[in-house]
């Protein structure tokens, strides 16, 4: 886990740059705050909410209007899909760089989000955007001006599955995640199935097959990296945690392929990320491994025949959302790629 | 959930059977004492245990090696594999029905047993038992003199199955189940892995692949069903849950087959079963829906292609142990087959 | 836990009472259905809902303005603060006897009522009602026309002082009554306090010192049980857990007495009680000795000097609530008081 | 939360100190070790485990025998009682500093210690040693040979207290405190009562009363700051968390002293304190709020008449044991207090 490219020069080591947080108030939101504020490299210079007037610790909130957008370096947006593409666009052309963890930017074409999110784009002139999965794209996220920063399921499902996609290893047979989620996934909103007494006990499955949002963008990054892959079973389940998330993913080699030369592909991509912890050959994942950590966890272990049982382990408000756009912010800036982080 | 021929006869409804429980201090041997007590035609007579002498509410335990076999009508087996088998073959000599809750009883071949357990079969001369599954085979049951009483894996696993196995419906594809499993199934007895610090918060995969003991119950149930239908990839999971089992199984049919036609096999199959709830085509199954509770929920949902997800619910102590064993023992002595479950 | 005068009249076993349940689809509600259903004099007639049209098993709900009052015997009411007590006004002038599981039967002053719930008593005319914990006031509760069912951190905090009340034992310091409970007792309404990630990981006093409003109601009891008593010192805890509640009370005895005569009180008012399980002196009581089950542990410790630990574990769901409101009903029409309950 | 007197000096600044940590493979043990290698000033030379040969991270560890004592500036005992103190003198007499998180040198006198524990005191030497408490006790702590860290109960009761006995505003009535604990508390030893399902769904009182082994540390430290104060009724419940501990303590004051005159008796003892969050008067401490944090969460409320409920909430782990080792030690060796800490 060293990475050779990640010094920084001296001159960026000594910079601060200030930085806003629209949407600061839910979960991704305060814990990006907290992460910003350990940040060696970075002011928060002022943070958004449109219901409440400060942070528990008194930091104050403004109103997303009335926020300074020419007085900061960089923004990162925790806001609702649909509101935030908007923002995005309006700190774009004021020069401000954007790390935009709503889904607005994720799918590269307006169409496939309309159809997906049932509603029109609200900045279609910024697709397609950087897609801010370090591992599997870094090129182009360093100097870029925004970035769409995946969500939880996402990151787990693609980074079981890079090196494998990478390789053109996988078969044309179905891809099948299976999911299992903490509840703070499901935003800070109440609402009846994130009540205490609905989870407590429970293992839900939810929204399986293909109706889940996230299948276009998980097959969308997929099939970048190798056109002829199988199509994508996502079975995601609620189970009763705070956080974590844990991708359980079988997938099928093509003929030639063994589960040794599948593993060598592992090590390839994941022994130099400084973020990606790659378990020996066997050893599956857990999230007791990334809970409240930076990284993700991977295993590869053997099916049956061709099919391998791939897991990836993340804490879903950190390696799935917050810390992930930190390691994006330090990427668009040359910053070392972890400060902040470990 | 309503099955013709479980109606008593007169005479049979009248009757109280004398019971004695082997191993009354584990999780499912107190809880097959508690629904013992609340059955309509069983007296509880003798409990045994090596350790304690009395559970909680006073009632006296034995040793096994003092137990009064020749006294009662039916012992319950809730012994460790490699001792059930023996005290098995004990009350069958001596004339006592069985009900066998460890797994000594449930492979047909004592070679495979040894492969299987790492240790020679108890009681080679038991084998094949019938197998108390009753959804699947209720007719060898009723009056069966013994009977070996599947794990809460093998019950999900199978009951998410059975209908598209018993037709002939899966394709040669690997079938994969990713099951979700309280703690409780770990027993009693103090292991590191089971201490509160070890569970909570975490979702641990464990023995994936081919390498868990019930590969083979399950495929040799499968393969009597549909010999000709794929081998199995179990991916078991803990969760932190007192009880309560999911399986997440993953089906490939042949090709002639939809998924309106799989659903009517499932709408066949489980009907009339009055301890299967089958949900309405395209909802899962949760564990909210079956812990506490003495059956099975079942759905089945679309996947992709001719891939189904089928989802199978059950209380882990329950219809997959203690209760389908009290299943078992009403079959076996012709008493209404959900009599003390309702 | 015997009771001699509980054994029903030929006649009355042999009944059959219509009830309705006004309120259906709240937890106290739900469970109440459940229990009922399973109740050997009982016919579920009716049951309300403002909000949903059938219940998960598809029976029927009507809004409460429709439910046919005049056809069944007894109506249960599960409603908000408020809107319950004229509900029992009506049914009272119907001659349907009410078991009110609100708090509006449960002080017996308007004045206090309004006082407490910030708003005019909606059934003045109805006070003071019989308050239905039947171990400190069972005679008043037979033949009842209607009945105020206490909630769950009364009937705890209550069933832990009461044989000292009763005798006249406690001296005047303040009474301290540390209570934890589960989340369902905060109700089925989506609330941010009750979400999941809200609760996991904490435990989290509220409403500590005299301000819940249930202090003016365990005062209530226990003066007229021993008027010159020391005032409640009342700190409700919520704990991760779905339902359960303890109560940890310290309380302080007259000079004349001993540990040993408070534990003889105890074993007086409760070894015939079926609902109430007394420990031997010296254990505590723990929630899950009577979670999932109809009647309370009751614990006395020695705590030093003349101050004692008194621990008292209900279901908060059960004979906090839904529970009691049945034994209630049983003690209203002459039923065996545990019909349904054991 | 500032603290003017713990800038340190340019030359300790600078300074790298080498430790050894005795016992690494318990709850403690493992927390210090994640904590001393993110300490600015320490080089952690060493770590023992009499059972492991290695941390999960390939750290080597030495049987306690093998450690190089004369290698290092302080050690850290995660030890049994009974062992530590042992293995305390042997580093004090090699001139090696000492932070011990046993019990063995909380206590002041062997003779105390042996009725408490029920085993002769291994160091009698060493007693009594300075009392690791910083905020009750500072200034014996620098420069100290030798420290006796206080449990985790303990702290939180202690903490909770403070002000009102350094004030002498204690009555002679009993002092309650009922603490709610995690489970982490009872160390990482697979035991039958620290088992998932054991803990589950419950909240268990334990040890209550004066039978608490913690009874006599608590009271030791209350009558140094006020001898005249009451006697202590400790009640201890396990509640379902991994980690976190609340203590609601119930105390009264002398008559001539008023709820604001306490409270601000709280004000003046930790406004200054960097690793003390007081909270407003009137709003209690929650768990939430100091798990996974190193300081601890101080309420006060009304109770009722003379009687305060004054909360404190910590990280067992953290502010009730490494933690607090680690603001210990940098007290001994003039380190700015919280470093490694915030």
Not at 51 to 73: H, I, K, Q
Not at 238 to 264: F, H, I, M, N, Q
Request: a neutral charge; hydrophobic letters at 45%; one cysteine or more.
């Amino acid at each position: 886990m060293t990475h050779a490219h990640l010094e920084p020069s001296p001159a960026v080591a000594a910079r601060t740059l200030r930085v806003g947080v629209f949407g600061a108030t839910g979960y991704t939101g305060q814990l990006l705050i907290e992460l910003l504020r350990r940040h060696p490299h970075v002011n928060l210079h002022f943070a958004t909410s449109e219901r409440e007037r400060a942070l528990e610790d008194g930091t104050p909130l403004l109103p997303a209007d009335s926020a300074p957008l020419a007085e900061v370096d960089a923004v990162f947006l925790c806001l609702p899909n649909g509101v935030s593409g908007g923002v995005a666009a309006r700190a774009v052309a004021a020069g401000v760089r954007v790390v935009d963890l709503s889904a607005d930017l994720r799918l590269e074409s307006a169409a496939l989000y309309e159809q997906t999110y049932k509603m029109p784009h609200p900045a279609p002139q910024l697709l397609p955007a950087p897609y801010g999965l370090p591992e599997i794209g870094r090129a182009q996220l360093r100097q870029a001006r925004y970035i769409a920063n995946p969500g939880c399921h996402v990151t787990a499902v693609l980074l079981a599955l890079y090196p494998l996609a990478r390789a053109g290893a996988l078969s044309d047979a179905p891809i099948i995640a299976d999911t299992k989620t903490g509840v703070s996934g499901a935003g800070k909103e109440p609402k009846p199935e994130s009540m205490f007494c609905e989870v407590y006990g429970d293992v839900k499955p939810y929204n399986v097959g293909r109706r889940h949002r996230h299948v276009p963008e998980i097959e969308q990054a997929l099939r970048k990296l190798q056109p002829d892959c199988g199509a994508l079973i996502f079975a995601p389940h609620l189970v009763p945690l705070e956080v974590g998330l844990l991708a359980t993913v079988y997938a099928t080699l093509k003929p030639d392929w063994t589960l040794e030369r599948a593993y060598a592909e592992y090590q390839a991509a994941y022994a130099a990320e400084p973020l990606i912890a790659l378990h020996p050959l066997g050893r599956a994942a857990r999230i007791r491994e990334a809970a409240q950590r930076n990284g993700a966890v991977v295993g590869v272990s053997e099916g049956q025949g061709s099919t391998l049982i791939l897991t990836c382990a993340i804490d879903n408000l950190r390696k799935g959302a917050s810390a992930q756009a930190i390691q994006n912010f330090n990427l668009m800036f040359g910053l070392p790629e972890t400060a902040g982080l470990l």
